[in-house]
C-alpha cells in the first residue's frame, strides 16, 4: 500500500513537471554575438561590451538632433523600462547614438535628461564614427547611412537614415531578439523573452 502511494506521488509529480516544461516559454534563438566594443557614456566613463556581459540588454539606436522618430524611439525605451522595472527582470538599457561628431556626452547628458533616463540602468553611448558605423552594421546587423544636406532639403527627412529595431542582447553578448521599437506589442515581446531567457539559466 505505501509503495503504492509512493508510486502514485512519484507518477504525479513528473506529470507535473513535464507540464511545467510543456508551458514554459522556449528561450529565444541566438542570432550572432556583439563584437567587443569600447565607447564613451554621458557621464564620460568609457563602456566596454565586456562591462554589459552578465546580464540581459537591450539596445537602441538614436540621435539628439533628430526630429523625426528618434524622440519616439526614446519615449519607447523609458516605458519599457518602466515595465521590465515592474516584473522584477534583470536588464540594462543602451541607446547608441548614430551622430558622434554632434552628440558629445555632455549632449547625451542633456538629452537623457530630457528622455527621465535618470540612474545607471540606462547607458548613452558615443565614440567614433567609423567605430559606431562598423558595431551597428556588422556587428547589430542594422542599417545606418548618413544623407547629404541637399538630399534632405529636396527631399525632406533626417540627416542620418537608421533603424528602429531594438535589439535583445544576453550576458554572453548573444544577441537574441529584434523588435520594431514603434510596435505597440513591443514591450510584451521583449519581456516574453527576457522571461525565457530568465527560465533557461
Known amino acids: 500500500m505505501i509503495l503504492a502511494v509512493a508510486i502514485?506521488?512519484?507518477?504525479t509529480a513528473a506529470a507535473l513537471l513535464i507540464a511545467r516544461q510543456a508551458h514554459r516559454p522556449q528561450p529565444p534563438p541566438a542570432f550572432g554575438v556583439v563584437p567587443a566594443f569600447a565607447l564613451t557614456e554621458r557621464s564620460g566613463r568609457e563602456i566596454r561590451r565586456a562591462d554589459l556581459d552578465g546580464g540581459p540588454w537591450i539596445a537602441d539606436f538614436i540621435f539628439t538632433r533628430c526630429t523625426g522618430m528618434c524622440p519616439a524611439l526614446s519615449s519607447r525605451m523609458a516605458e519599457l523600462r518602466r515595465r521590465v522595472?515592474?516584473?522584477?527582470l534583470p536588464?540594462?538599457?543602451v541607446s547608441f547614438?548614430?551622430?558622434?561628431?554632434?552628440?558629445?556626452?555632455?549632449?547625451l547628458r542633456d538629452y537623457a535628461r530630457r528622455v527621465g533616463?535618470?540612474?545607471d540602468d540606462w547607458l548613452f553611448?558615443?565614440?567614433?564614427?567609423?567605430?559606431l558605423y562598423d558595431l551597428i552594421g556588422g556587428g547589430f546587423r542594422l542599417s545606418v547611412s548618413e544623407r547629404a544636406p541637399d538630399?534632405?532639403?529636396?527631399?525632406?527627412?533626417?540627416?542620418?537614415?537608421?533603424?528602429?529595431?531594438f535589439v535583445l542582447v544576453d550576458g554572453v553578448g548573444q544577441i537574441r531578439g529584434y523588435y520594431?521599437?514603434?510596435?505597440?506589442t513591443m514591450p510584451e515581446a521583449v519581456i516574453r523573452d527576457l522571461r525565457a531567457l530568465a527560465d533557461d539559466r
Open 117 to 119: 533616463a535618470d540612474g
Open 8 to 11: 502514485a506521488v512519484a507518477a
Open 91 to 93: 536588464a540594462r538599457f
Open 97 to 107: 547614438s548614430v551622430d558622434p561628431a554632434h552628440d558629445t556626452p555632455a549632449v
Open 85 to 88: 522595472a515592474d516584473t522584477g
Open 180 to 184: 520594431h521599437g514603434l510596435e505597440p
Open 151 to 165: 538630399a534632405v532639403a529636396v527631399e525632406g527627412g533626417e540627416l542620418i537614415a537608421h533603424s528602429d529595431r
Open 125 to 131: 553611448l558615443t565614440g567614433p564614427r567609423d567605430a
